[in-house]
């Protein structure tokens, strides 16, 4: 019997996580829509363009989460560079967005504003394409999976491990970073892109615009978590946690640890930059701090905050960080990179499962007690 | 030259069969025309300075079931570690049958030419449970393109069922591996190495840790795989290898000092010298 692709993808979702699912994207895709323009701005059920803006960027930063729990939690390899391929994939789509200002600019030119600034008089050759945004999505997927691809091979190939492969990823982003930096590379210095007017011609900050970005950021994060699923409960889902467990063992049963992980590590980077390419249009900026390192540790505490290796757990922990720090950087700026660490700590000491472990054991005592009882 | 070569000589991928996504299920054809199907020839190893194998010598015949004592420190895991790819000597030969050459291979490589191994410790995966352990051991396709879309087969399920039953684990197939007994652990790694159907198994000390009764049971086990597959053992348990029979291989220094039946071995001076120490 073969059965057809998107059904053996949504076979993988249990009946908890189908209605989940269900009431997510009900919630996404009718009630704020419904809710942001039916009621005026002054009413207690508007759902303001703020609140949709950040909950938007928050649910690129959950698909981000999920693509590090597939390599961190099920694969064991903790990466501490995974915002350079969601920078990336902001990046491309940012050219997309900046060819789209066309004559808007303050200059009034053809080429980008940075470009007239640094006299350059026609387009670098990498640039080229970049006012088509069916290449430029495809370049989205291309240029992360490749600098995943060819980094993770060698990687991988020399059998560097834990601690070792965490720092030079690391490295990889930080030296990323100061490569953007510069103004001759080509991709607006320190600056990054800003000042988006339009995508796909429609105004970027019409509020029907933002209601489609939300809406499709809603759908991708959907989708990600249906395919993470399906992913981690195939064999190769098995095999790749084997990997983690005991490597020896999976290399002499005859599996290449080496492909293996390459795939998993090029998933989890195409993953972070289709979500990059979706935050940039709603954030409306894209520079090299998105490549710091501190970036790329944020992803790791989300997950950590979340539980790895339950899928559900990072997305929590994505929002969980996210709002708090959201509230925090309003409230009490100066303590945010304190509260941060502290979560850390907490986290790492106290609940190792994360949020979704101390849900568990709470509920696992609340039976038990009643059982007694 | 094809892309493939260029690839190779950039890369340096040695395999001539990867097509780059892992090792597919090919049918070994392993020559075994002269009887032989181990042949270690002169196979020196040396961690700083230090011979963990010395010039050793050593041939197993297809079929046989053979013995491998000798003090710690003796090299008999550094030569389960040649055989198996984990460890490259620094000059002599190793091969599988009469043509393959394991000193060329990878470990997963060699894993598929037919050669199981079970480790001292026993190396199972722990979150999985008991059934998912001999699915991931099961001989077929263990590329990645193939295990996205792999689905049990009921004949596949019939024989995992089947392993469970001969290991004794009938009854644990969904327990989480890592809550099995240590003599179910050790059962379980042994069942793993059966799923793989290899020609040749090496077991370093399969029976550490068992129970009597446990270790009377593995001997029946091996020595009804015997004849079908061949079998290297590494045991300290005298009792153990009496049971089993077959020749018995003595190393010492990293190399041979002798080979015999377990009685000629006992009584031979030399050996009763290194056991006990000049």
């Known amino acids: 019997m073969h059965t057809p692709f998107t059904l053996r993808f949504l076979s993988s979702i249990d009946r908890k996580s189908g209605i989940a699912l269900a009431v997510f994207l009900a919630v996404a895709l009718l009630a704020v829509p419904l809710l942001h323009s039916a009621f005026p701005p002054e009413s207690l059920f508007h759902v303001s363009t703020y609140a949709i ?236 701090s998105e490549m710091g390192v501190a970036n790329s540790i944020e992803i790791a505490i989300w997950v950590a905050v979340g539980g790895r290796g339950t899928l559900i757990g990072p997305i929590i922990g994505a929002f969980v960080v996210n709002l708090a720090k959201s509230w925090f950087t309003v409230s009490f700026p100066e303590y945010w990179l304190f509260f941060l660490g502290l979560l850390f700590i907490v986290v790492t000491l106290l609940l190792p499962q994360g949020l979704i472990g101390l849900w568990k054991s709470l509920r696992q005592a609340r039976a038990g007690k009643g059982g007694k009882a | 030259m094809s892309t493939r070569e260029v690839m190779r000589k950039i890369f340096g991928i040695e395999d001539d069969e990867d097509n780059g996504f892992g090792y597919p299920d090919r049918q070994t054809r392993l020559d075994l025309s002269h009887n032989v199907i181990l042949y270690l020839e002169d196979i020196t190893v040396s961690f700083d300075g230090f011979r963990a194998l010395n010039k050793l010598n050593l041939a197993i015949d297809a079929g046989e079931l053979r013995c491998i004592i000798g003090p710690n420190g003796a090299g008999k895991t550094t030569m389960m570690d040649v055989i198996t790819g984990k460890t490259r000597p620094d000059s002599g030969r190793a091969f599988f049958g009469q043509t393959i050459d394991l000193t060329r291979l990878t470990e997963p490589q060699i894993a598929h030419t037919g050669i199981g191994r079970k480790f001292q410790k026993p190396t199972i995966f722990e979150q999985h449970s008991a059934f998912e352990n001999l699915e991931l051991a099961m001989k077929t396709d263990k590329r990645v393109s193939k295990s996205l879309f792999a689905t049990l087969r009921d004949e596949q399920r019939d024989r995992i069922a089947a392993t469970l039953t001969q290991i004794g684990l009938g009854h644990e197939a969904d327990r989480p591996a890592g809550l099995l007994s240590h003599g179910q652990k050790q059962w379980l790694e042994i069942g793993m190495l059966l799923m793989q159907e290899p020609q040749l198994l090496l077991l370093d000390e399969p029976v550490a840790g068992m129970t009597d009764d446990e270790t009377v049971k593995t001997a029946e086990l091996f020595l009804s795989l015997a004849g079908k597959h061949s079998l290297v053992v590494v045991e300290h348990d005298m009792s153990f290898i009496e049971r089993l029979g077959g020749k018995v291989t003595v190393l010492h220094e990293g190399s041979v000092l002798m080979e015999g039946d377990l009685a000629t071995v006992q009584n031979d001076q030399r050996v009763i010298e290194v056991y006990l120490g000049r």
């Not at chain 1, 990823?169 to 007017?197: C, I, P, S, V, W």
């Open chain 1, 53 to 288: 803006t950040l909950v938007g960027k928050i649910m690129c930063y959950a698909i981000v989460a999920i693509a590090m729990d597939l390599i961190w939690g099920y694969g064991g390899i903790l990466s501490l560079g995974h915002g350079l391929f969601f920078a990336l994939g902001g990046y491309t789509f940012g050219m997309y967005l900046m060819r789209q200002i066309g004559r808007d600019g303050s200059y009034g030119a053809d080429l980008p504003d940075f470009m007239v600034f640094l006299d350059w008089k026609e387009l670098p050759w990498y640039w080229h394409g970049s006012d088509s945004f069916l290449w430029v999505a495809l370049l989205v997927v291309l240029v992360p999976a490749l600098v995943a691809c060819i980094f993770g091979f060698f990687a991988f190939r020399s059998r560097i491990k834990g601690v070792y492969f965490s720092i030079i990823t690391q490295a990889l982003t930080y030296a990323a970073m100061l490569l953007f930096f510069r103004n001759e590379t080509g991709f607006g210095g320190n600056n990054g892109f800003t000042d988006f007017k339009r995508i796909l011609g429609y105004s970027i900050t019409a509020p029907e615009t933002r209601l489609v970005l939300f809406g499709l950021t809603a759908l991708l994060l959907a989708a990600t978590f249906v395919f993470a699923k399906w992913l981690v409960g195939s064999k190769y889902g098995r095999v790749l946690t084997a990997i983690r467990d005991a490597e020896s063992r999976v290399m002499f049963i005859g599996y290449n640890p080496l492909w293996f992980k390459l795939f998993v590590w090029t998933v989890s980077a195409v993953l972070c930059g289709i979500a990059g390419a979706l935050y940039v249009p709603q954030v409306g900026i894209i520079n090299p």
